[in-house]
């Protein structure tokens, strides 16, 4: 399931470009920095950073190892990308523009479903409440098996009897 995108006030851009100018040594936002926000937010998905550096490659777009890595560093901190650890794998997930969600990660096909369910809100509020605690976000990553891979591994243990 894909979630929908969720009115924003301004571009990915313009959000970025904002955040470059408001550092305490503002930044100039750069040509590959505006070709990189716009081949991300281009689409929805999840990627790391080789995918991403492929997937530019094959866009033909021309956009240094060095300046993706600073960037996507950049970009978290705007508060446009969220961070997703996967053991040795990073991922990086849309934030600015779509709805807070969890994500559903399968361990043998690598799968990403991302779900919503106002039970998890309530309860990162009411524990956040508890402690006194001001939450201004979460991340919960549910790992496991999906339905597909799940099936697959039915099959081939009744092939085996």
Do not use: W
Not at 52 to 80: F, H, M, N, P
Not at 88 to 112: A, Q
């Amino acid at each position: 399931m894909s979630l929908p995108a969720v009115s924003v006030s301004q571009t990915p851009e313009e959000r970025f470009r904002e955040f470059l100018l408001s550092r305490p040594r503002p930044q100039r936002f750069t040509d590959q920095q505006r070709e990189l926000v716009a081949h991300i937010f281009a689409k929805h998905k999840h990627f790391d950073t080789d995918e991403l550096l492929e997937d530019l490659k094959q866009a033909g777009r021309q956009v240094s190892r060095a300046t993706v890595y600073r960037t996507l560093g950049k970009l978290v901190e705007a508060g446009l990308l969220r961070k997703i650890e996967l053991g040795p794998r990073t991922v990086y997930d849309h934030d600015y523009g779509y709805p807070e969600h969890e994500h559903l990660i399968c361990r043998e096909c690598g799968t990403m479903i991302e779900f919503q369910h106002p039970a998890i809100d309530a309860a990162v509020r009411e524990v956040a409440a508890t402690h006194g605690f001001r939450a201004d976000g979460h991340n919960l990553v549910v790992r496991g098996t999906c339905a597909a891979c799940n099936a697959a591994r039915a099959a081939r243990r009744r092939l085996v009897m």
